[in-house]
């Protein structure tokens, strides 16, 4: 028997001394606020809690360890200590997708009070041990200062009481997420509900044999094995193109590690992990195709249609030879970036729970929940009105949750038992399973006059796919539309190709393939500067994209072109600064290329002081769900004391695309705005009490823009943010400063604006500096989070963000996509300082650290 104190109150445990005190806290006692992020690898900090008055993490502490002493979780906090807290991570803006935040909030309740004027470095130092994926640390180093003050001075902390436009009121739900009181989908527990497993792939490319399952007899709890013969509709999937199989079988050939050829359901997880362990399976072991340079010409197919996904050419202007034969300077590189994993903290779960009318209920923290339920009611052929998808907030997302992971298997498995089942992967499963972002090569020539102008560009970009489409295609294909990055170039001459392998998919990431083509570009424009003796500060800003100037694709920019604006904003610093880098972008909001995006929203008038906006976009961090109440406060006059609550589920009907491309704040802020009006047009001379029970609804499409290949005006894309960032070295050459100046249009929430710029800054730093995924020939070589080289609080440095306003005549009051743009400009920025550094140019990420000046 095993005696401590947990809360205050005694508790008594005589099971298995050797379980983790996170299941125990979680499974037995019912306490969500402490998370699983790494599965038990003591690697991100999202289960901390306090042990005797010291730090411990609960995923990866036996219960044998907590024997006698005292456990406290945020549950515990004295009153004061855990509004204090959480109320200063609102106010600073440090709550994005909230999952890591109750285990920051236990460290920074154990750092002050044995330090209660803690130092900035203090505060570094303490929670160097948690992993935040979404805010770059520095409003959470910001907010416990700030609680830390008020505590000493016994104040309470004042939020931003004013609702609308440009105003820091606090995100949607942020102080639950704080708390740890908002649920996630593996928080959520049903009557009944069993638990499913998935039996991965051994091997990348391997033919599949037999499946054996007769170890799992002697095993108790076992509910059910399932396999690819028991999809009762199509058993393909996927986004654009449906060659991802639900379960491999039988005879079939595997084409990833990623791979699933079955699922067990038993009556807890633990017991289900087991069960898929158990199971034996035999292939045929294949050679694999996981080098994507030879993906055109080998003999291994890894679909029967062949290996190319996609090609994206764009040829316009003169001849790029002809221009190159007389141009002034010419500047060529073959760059190469790597695969890198997305680590959002919360990994895939989702729960399917029947309707008792034959239909079924999914619960998903998917990017996408109207493109989950089409998915889902092929897989079980059922009618889409079967499938309602509700969206439960992300734990994070960045793109690798456009992809259907466990939905479908969780369906499945519902339908069939007809019971609610909860499948999630764990961390080392989600490494495995979920897209990354692509690998690419690309070979640049560049060109410019003897006056500095930019006269062609030539580049041929190869990117590695993986054995699934998912996304793919599109996103070497925006590696090849941005390929010019952020400068008017009147010759280009770029093939993009994504072919597959039997690598592990790749799909979207922040930044959605124009993280790679910046790197090129922007390095090789560094290198003509230097070249001809150009001043890069002024190189870039007379090539940079402005009105009636043209981007990769023909696409002439008419209005809200910002980016002089942002290079203006840090030309002090630049000029300043003994080694530092420059880097611009651009990014697109919107799918644009001739594909209709549409946005709708309704608004129902629940009582006289409560309003229910429904939309079907994700929450996953970003703040799409602050947005859309700022947006409707604005429109409508609203002050705090009308409660607004956000339902997104596909049983409204009211659609959403998937949250991807920046498109959320513009799309649906317009669709916001269309239902807001005609509210607004029936409050005229009265009170929303006598509006009770009234709907409206509004709706948004953008239907107008194009390929690049059409013949007349080409519009790719409805908007575009732009944005400068600045890479400041020390005399050791250390990353000092990061200036990052952004044309978002009009900020909507500064604070929330300025976290996801840090944020963006810091996942581009990681992608400059130490991310890689640790694979080799399709095979992981580890499958630790904390070999994925993400960074931690340490390691940030001094980011300063610079709003431009460049009101975009599109967007909802001005506003544009902030999403992705921050991590873009930031890996050349960096790369551009080590040259200035120590002369060495670098052709790859992540970079070679610069040796030390002597």
Same mark, same amino acid.
């Given at each position: 028997?095993?005696?401590?104190?947990?809360?205050?109150?005694?508790?008594?445990?005589?099971?298995?001394?050797?379980?983790?005190?996170?299941?125990?806290?979680?499974?037995?006692?019912?306490?969500?606020?402490?998370?699983?992020?790494?599965?038990?690898?003591?690697?991100?900090?999202?289960?901390?809690?306090?042990?005797?008055?010291?730090?411990?993490?609960?995923?990866?502490?036996?219960?044998?360890?907590?024997?006698?002493?005292?456990?406290?979780?945020?549950?515990?906090?004295?009153?004061?200590?855990?509004?204090?807290?959480?109320?200063?991570?609102?106010?600073?803006?440090?709550?994005?997708?909230?999952?890591?935040?109750?285990?920051?909030?236990?460290?920074?309740?154990?750092?002050?009070?044995?330090?209660?004027? *803690?130092?900035?470095?203090?505060?570094?130092?303490?929670?160097?041990?948690?992993?935040?994926?979404?805010?770059?640390?520095?409003?959470?180093?910001?907010?416990?200062?700030?609680?830390?003050?008020?505590?000493?001075?016994?104040?309470?902390?004042?939020?931003?009481?004013?609702?609308?436009?440009?105003?820091?009121?606090?995100?949607?739900?942020?102080?639950?997420?704080?708390?740890?009181?908002?649920?996630?989908?593996?928080?959520?527990?049903?009557?009944?509900?069993?638990?499913?497993?998935?039996?991965?792939?051994?091997?990348?490319?391997?033919?599949?044999?037999?499946?054996?399952?007769?170890?799992?007899?002697?095993?108790?709890?076992?509910?059910?094995?399932?396999?690819?013969?028991?999809?009762?509709?199509?058993?393909?999937?996927?986004?654009?193109?449906?060659?991802?199989?639900?379960?491999?079988?039988?005879?079939?050939?595997?084409?990833?590690?990623?791979?699933?050829?079955?699922?067990?359901?038993?009556?807890?997880?633990?017991?289900?992990?087991?069960?898929?362990?158990?199971?034996?399976?035999?292939?045929?072991?294949?050679?694999?195709?996981?080098?994507?340079?030879?993906?055109?010409?080998?003999?291994?197919?890894?679909?029967?249609?062949?290996?190319?996904?996609?090609?994206?050419?764009?040829?316009?202007?003169?001849?790029?030879?002809?221009?190159?034969?007389?141009?002034?300077?010419?500047?060529?590189?073959?760059?190469? $970036?790597?695969?890198?994993?997305?680590?959002?903290?919360?990994?895939?779960?989702?729960?399917?729970?029947?309707?008792?009318?034959?239909?079924?209920?999914?619960?998903?923290?998917?990017?996408?929940?109207?493109?989950?339920?089409?998915?889902?009611?092929?897989?079980?052929?059922?009618?889409?009105?079967?499938?309602?998808?509700?969206?439960?907030?992300?734990?994070?997302?960045?793109?690798?949750?456009?992809?259907?992971?466990?939905?479908?298997?969780?369906?499945?498995?519902?339908?069939?038992?007809?019971?609610?089942?909860?499948?999630?992967?764990?961390?080392?499963?989600?490494?495995?399973?979920?897209?990354?972002?692509?690998?690419?090569?690309?070979?640049?020539?560049?060109?410019?006059?003897?006056?500095?102008?930019?006269?062609?560009?030539?580049?041929?970009?190869?990117?590695?796919?993986?054995?699934?489409?998912?996304?793919?295609?599109?996103?070497?294909?925006? $590696?090849?539309?941005?390929?010019?990055?952020?400068?008017?170039?009147?010759?280009?001459?770029?093939?993009?190709?994504?072919?597959?392998?039997?690598?592990?998919?790749?799909?979207?990431?922040?930044?959605?393939?124009?993280?790679?083509? $910046?790197?090129?570009?922007?390095?090789?424009?560094?290198?003509?500067?230097?070249?001809?003796?150009?001043?890069?500060?002024?190189?870039?800003?007379?090539?940079?994209?402005?009105?009636?100037?043209?981007?990769?694709?023909?696409?002439?920019?008419?209005?809200?072109?910002?980016?002089?604006?942002?290079?203006?904003?840090?030309?002090?610093?630049?000029?300043?600064?003994?080694?530092?880098?420059?880097?611009?972008?651009?990014?697109?909001?919107?799918?644009?290329?001739?594909?209709?995006?549409?946005?709708?929203?309704?608004?129902?008038?629940?009582?006289?002081?409560?309003?229910?906006?429904?939309?079907?976009?994700?929450?996953?961090?970003?703040?799409?769900?602050?947005?859309?109440?700022?947006?409707?406060?604005?429109?409508?006059?609203?002050?705090?004391?009308?409660?607004?609550?956000?339902?997104?589920?596909?049983?409204?009907?009211?659609?959403?695309?998937?949250?991807?491309?920046?498109?959320?704040?513009?799309?649906?802020?317009?669709?916001?705005?269309?239902?807001?009006?005609?509210?607004?047009?029936?409050?005229?001379?009265?009170?929303?009490?006598?509006?009770?029970?009234?709907?409206?609804?509004?709706?948004?499409?953008?239907?107008?823009?194009?390929?690049?290949?059409?013949?007349?005006?080409?519009?790719?894309?409805?908007?575009?943010?732009?944005?400068?960032?600045?890479?400041?070295?020390?005399?050791?050459?250390?990353?000092?400063?990061?200036?990052?100046?952004?044309?978002?249009?009009?900020?909507?929430?500064?604070?929330?604006?300025?976290?996801?710029?840090?944020?963006?800054?810091?996942?581009?730093?990681?992608?400059?500096?130490?991310?890689?995924?640790?694979?080799?020939?399709?095979?992981? $070589?580890?499958?630790?989070?904390?070999?994925?080289?993400?960074?931690?609080?340490?390691?940030?440095?001094?980011?300063?963000?610079?709003?431009?306003?460049?009101?975009? *005549?599109?967007?909802?009051?001005?506003?544009?996509?902030?999403?992705?743009?921050?991590?873009?400009?930031?890996?050349?920025?960096?790369?551009?300082?080590?040259?200035?550094?120590?002369?060495?140019?670098?052709?790859?990420?992540?970079?070679?650290?610069?040796?030390?000046?002597?």
């Amino acid at each position: 028997m095993i005696a401590f104190l947990l809360n205050g109150q005694n508790v008594e445990y005589s099971g298995d001394e050797t379980t983790p005190l996170l299941t125990f806290l979680r499974e037995e006692r019912g306490i969500t606020s402490v998370k699983d992020g790494c599965s038990g690898q003591a690697a991100c900090g999202a289960c901390l809690v306090e042990l005797d008055g010291k730090p411990a993490l609960a995923c990866s502490t036996p219960m044998k360890r907590v024997a006698d002493k005292e456990v406290i979780t945020i549950e515990g906090f004295p009153e004061n200590v855990r509004r204090t807290l959480a109320r200063a991570f609102v106010a600073e803006g440090a709550v994005q997708c909230g999952y890591c935040t109750p285990g920051i909030l236990s460290r920074a309740k154990i750092l002050l009070e044995s330090n209660p004027d *803690p130092s900035r470095e203090d505060v570094v130092k303490a929670i160097n041990i948690n992993v935040c994926r979404c805010t770059g640390y520095l409003k959470i180093i910001d907010a416990v200062l700030l609680a830390a003050r008020a505590l000493r001075e016994k104040q309470e902390i004042a939020w931003e009481e004013r609702t609308g436009i440009g105003f820091s009121y606090p995100k949607y739900e942020a102080y639950e997420k704080a708390l740890g009181s908002s649920p996630y989908v593996n928080d959520m527990r049903f009557d009944g509900m069993a638990y499913g497993v998935l039996k991965f792939s051994e091997h990348p490319r391997a033919r599949l044999l037999k499946i054996d399952t007769s170890a799992l007899e002697k095993l108790p709890g076992i509910v059910r094995v399932f396999d690819a013969q028991d999809v009762p509709g199509d058993r393909y999937t996927g986004h654009l193109v449906k060659d991802w199989p639900m379960m491999v079988a039988i005879g079939e050939e595997t084409r990833c590690i990623g791979d699933v050829v079955a699922g067990v359901v038993a009556e807890s997880e633990d017991l289900a992990r087991r069960a898929a362990e158990a199971i034996r399976v035999e292939y045929e072991v294949l050679e694999p195709l996981t080098e994507v340079t030879e993906a055109r010409t080998s003999s291994v197919r890894v679909h029967k249609g062949g290996n190319l996904l996609k090609e994206t050419i764009i040829k316009r202007g003169e001849p790029v030879d002809q221009v190159f034969a007389r141009a002034a300077h010419v500047v060529e590189g073959v760059f190469e $970036t790597p695969c890198i994993e997305h680590a959002f903290l919360e990994t895939e779960a989702a729960i399917a729970v029947p309707d008792g009318s034959g239909g079924i209920t999914v619960y998903s923290q998917s990017q996408g929940i109207f493109k989950d339920r089409e998915q889902i009611a092929s897989v079980l052929n059922l009618p889409e009105k079967k499938v309602n998808v509700i969206q439960v907030s992300a734990g994070g997302g960045f793109g690798g949750k456009e992809d259907l992971s466990v939905q479908h298997h969780a369906a499945l498995y519902s339908m069939m038992l007809k019971r609610p089942v909860k499948v999630r992967l764990n961390r080392a499963e989600s490494i495995r399973m979920h897209p990354k972002r692509h690998r690419m090569k690309m070979d640049y020539k560049l060109a410019c006059d003897e006056k500095g102008a930019l006269t062609a560009l030539w580049a041929r970009i190869t990117g590695d796919g993986g054995a699934y489409a998912s996304v793919g295609g599109e996103v070497v294909a925006r $590696t090849g539309t941005h390929a010019a990055g952020a400068y008017h170039v009147p010759s280009v001459d770029v093939i993009a190709s994504a072919y597959y392998t039997n690598n592990p998919p790749a799909g979207a990431f922040r930044g959605f393939g124009v993280n790679q083509a $910046t790197f090129a570009m922007e390095s090789l424009v560094e290198e003509l500067c230097e070249k001809a003796g150009f001043d890069r500060w002024q190189f870039r800003y007379d090539n940079a994209i402005t009105e009636g100037r043209m981007t990769t694709t023909g696409h002439v920019l008419r209005e809200s072109v910002g980016l002089r604006d942002c290079l203006t904003a840090v030309r002090e610093a630049f000029s300043q600064a003994k080694f530092a880098g420059l880097a611009c972008a651009i990014k697109n909001s919107g799918i644009g290329n001739g594909i209709e995006e549409v946005s709708e929203t309704r608004l129902k008038v629940l009582a006289p002081n409560h309003i229910e906006l429904q939309h079907g976009w994700t929450e996953m961090g970003q703040g799409v769900n602050t947005v859309a109440r700022q947006i409707l406060c604005e429109v409508l006059g609203l002050d705090n004391s009308v409660r607004v609550d956000i339902k997104c589920s596909t049983d409204t009907e009211v659609m959403g695309g998937v949250t991807t491309a920046s498109r959320g704040t513009p799309l649906l802020g317009h669709s916001v705005i269309a239902a807001a009006e005609k509210l607004k047009e029936d409050l005229k001379g009265r009170p929303l009490a006598d509006l009770v029970g009234k709907e409206y609804f509004g709706r948004y499409v953008v239907d107008w823009t194009t390929s690049h290949n059409v013949e007349g005006e080409i519009r790719s894309h409805f908007s575009y943010a732009f944005a400068t960032h600045l890479a400041i070295l020390d005399e050791d050459g250390t990353l000092k400063t990061i200036y990052a100046a952004h044309d978002s249009g009009k900020i909507i929430n500064p604070t929330l604006f300025e976290s996801q710029i840090e944020g963006g800054v810091v996942m581009g730093m990681g992608y400059a500096l130490s991310e890689k995924l640790p694979l080799e020939k399709g095979r992981l $070589t580890s499958d630790r989070m904390s070999k994925l080289g993400l960074p931690k609080a340490k390691d940030v440095p001094e980011i300063k963000v610079i709003g431009v306003e460049c009101l975009d *005549p599109i967007g909802p009051f001005g506003a544009k996509g902030v999403g992705e743009i921050g991590t873009i400009p930031t890996a050349p920025a960096i790369a551009n300082a080590y040259y200035k550094y120590d002369g060495v140019r670098r052709y790859s990420l992540p970079l070679t650290p610069p040796k030390r000046r002597t």
